[in-house]
């Protein structure tokens, strides 16, 4: 795992996945970038990404009253899901809205 614990790291892991978006993953480009804006102001913990040999995977776990949520890019219904456990919880993609963000990350 990489933790994402400063405003570099933040940046880095922000620019890599909207990279790997834009050429695979069209229909969550831009809302990765609001998943990130929630993650953050829910986040009481660690923020960690997966790693595979030593490169940032499209995988993130944070904490949120004691429970760690995951987020991560389904290839088969091409959104991102959140999920608590193995349980998806809530699948966004661009066209998800701010207010639907909020209230799904609101109400963890």
Known sequence: MIQIDNIDSVNEYLKW???KADHHADKVNAVCISLLGAIIWKNE???KVREHK???KNQIWFTCNNTTYNLSYDHATEKINLKKGRSTIYSFENSSTHEQIRA???KL
Request: hydrophobic share 40%; no cysteine; aromatic share 8%.
């Open 17 to 19: 996945v909207t990279i």
């Open 54 to 56: 030593g490169r940032m």
């Open 104 to 106: 799904e990350f609101g």
């Open 45 to 47: 913990g660690s923020i």
